[in-house]
């Protein structure tokens, strides 16, 4: 069956750097389309991150130029480098085939839906000011 299992959470201070990894298996990887999606306490679920399978990336906005997403087909795996690193991250961050239906100028439209493609479990960021 379809697993996506995230890594690399945990408690960093303002300013500094996490990796974040996820390990897909049991479907084609490599045909798929990869996103990051996170989920603050007491928000609602938003778009952060993703790559096409031909490597093309969105960005979401309040994360522009701090997080760099990147995939390695042969390793079954996507990253999200996040970089300089605010209060405003901390949050669940969750792995997902499922992509944004409208990208408009590299920045996804609307919110992504847990009941659309597969999800992981999720890994906590949390930031310390």
């Known amino acids: 069956q379809v697993q996506l299992v995230e890594s690399g959470g945990g408690l960093v201070q303002q300013g500094k750097s996490l990796r974040l990894t996820c390990a897909g298996s049991?479907?084609?990887?490599?045909?798929?389309?990869m996103s990051w999606a996170r989920q603050a306490p007491g928000k609602g679920l938003e778009w952060v991150s993703g790559i096409s399978k031909d490597g093309s990336t969105y960005y979401a906005n309040s994360i522009k130029g701090r997080f760099a997403i990147s995939r390695d087909n042969a390793r079954n795996t996507v990253y999200l480098q996040l970089n300089s690193l605010k209060p405003e991250d901390a949050a669940i961050y969750y792995c997902?085939?499922?992509?944004?239906?409208?990208?408009?100028?590299?920045?996804?439209?609307?919110?992504?839906?847990?009941?659309?493609?597969?999800w992981g479990q999720g890994t906590q960021v949390a930031v310390s000011s």
């Open positions: 997902s085939t499922s992509y944004p239906g409208l990208i408009v100028r590299g920045e996804p439209i609307g919110s992504p839906s847990r009941d659309l493609g597969f």
């Open positions: 049991g479907f084609a990887f490599s045909n798929s389309p």
